[in-house]
């Protein structure tokens, strides 16, 4: 019976659970991610945004699509499933209410600036960045969809002045996506350990 008990007390607890809703949507942002930023860079060095046509460029490793043709395709199948994902994950927490627990509030902000409670302050940190980074999202998607038909969206082009800063701009949020995933992981793995970090894809 003593046994017994202690095998029960040994027994490791149960790791988070986190909604399959939520598995497909990181799943699929993270594949998108990584398709958009390899044919973008391909994109890029058909035409370096920084220098123009004689800039650095990046390696062949990073590429993805070959050539330009080849990179605007992924570039842009890629960004529909990374707007569409987006799009529907952004229905599902508004009509179900989990933006409630997924970005920053009043509190978070008392207790950034007064809270002693450490775990508390980097949950509050998580809900700043997760709230932080949806108009960065909105950027991406409108300065890239921009780029797609500047004719047939002039008018959404003509919002960022000339072309050149299009592109700066588009560019430019692909290393604040990039910062906020890493930071995504890490503040995750300090409210939840690894145990949360795998719970999100199995």
Known sequence: MAASKAGKRSK???????????????GLNIISLILMIGSGLQIYNANP???????????????????LGGGRNWHFAAMWIFS???????IYIFSTKRWEKRFVSQG???VLQ???????????????IYTGIVPVLI????????MYKPAQLHW???????????RVIHFITVP????????HFLLSQKVGGYRLIKSMFT
Do not use: C, M
Request: hydrophobic share 45%; aromatic share 14%; charged share 15%.
């Open 176 to 183: 604040i996506v990039i910062i906020f995933v890493i930071g």
């Open 114 to 128: 007064k809270g002693q409670n450490p775990k508390r302050k980097n949950y509050a940190w998580h809900r700043l």
């Open 12 to 26: 490791p607890p149960a790791g988070p659970k986190q909604e399959l809703a939520a598995k497909i949507f990181h």
């Open 49 to 67: 945004v920084f220098g123009g046509r004689g800039g650095w460029t990046f390696p062949r490793t990073f590429l993805l699509g070959g050539w």
């Open 139 to 146: 950027l991406a998607i409108a300065s890239g969809v921009a």
């Open 108 to 110: 978070d902000l008392q």
């Open 156 to 166: 959404l082009s003509g919002l960022f002045g000339s072309w050149q800063t299009l």
């Open 84 to 90: 569409l994902n987006l799009l529907v994950y952004g």
